[in-house]
């Protein structure tokens, strides 16, 4: 049974950091370039990162540059999304795909706000 579990959401403060993990379980993770991905409350979904098969490339949408970083642990089938300096605006249900949306997590929420 393929699965992607999401953890590590939940309320922080501006200026503040949470680290995002997704489990995966089910697929070879390995062999499959990954994506971080959210949606705002009202709004469409949106890319945050990629990261290729053996983690050494990696990519950010322009908002997040600087802030966020995209890592994976392939013996650990475990992917990760270490978000700091957060503002109100990262205020999304984060999700992790493969990067060709063969595989979809249950997302996790993540609220910043004072």
């Known amino acids: 049974q393929v699965q992607l579990v999401e953890s590590g959401g939940g309320l922080v403060q501006p200026g503040g950091s949470l680290r995002l993990s997704c489990a995966a379980s089910?697929?070879?993770?390995?062999?499959?370039?990954m994506s971080w991905f959210r949606q705002a409350p009202g709004k469409g979904l949106e890319s945050v990162s990629y990261?290729?098969?053996?983690?050494?490339?990696?990519h950010y949408t322009d908002s997040v540059k600087g802030r966020f970083t995209v890592s994976r642990d392939n013996a650990k089938n475990t992917l990760y999304l270490q978000m700091n300096s957060l503002k109100p605006e990262d205020t999304a249900v984060y999700y992790c795909?493969?990067?060709?949306?063969?595989?979809w997590g249950q997302g996790t929420q993540v609220t910043v706000s004072s």
């Open positions: 089910g697929f070879t993770f390995s062999n499959y370039s």
């Open positions: 990261i290729n098969r053996p983690g050494d490339d990696t």
């Open positions: 795909s493969t990067f060709t949306f063969d595989y």
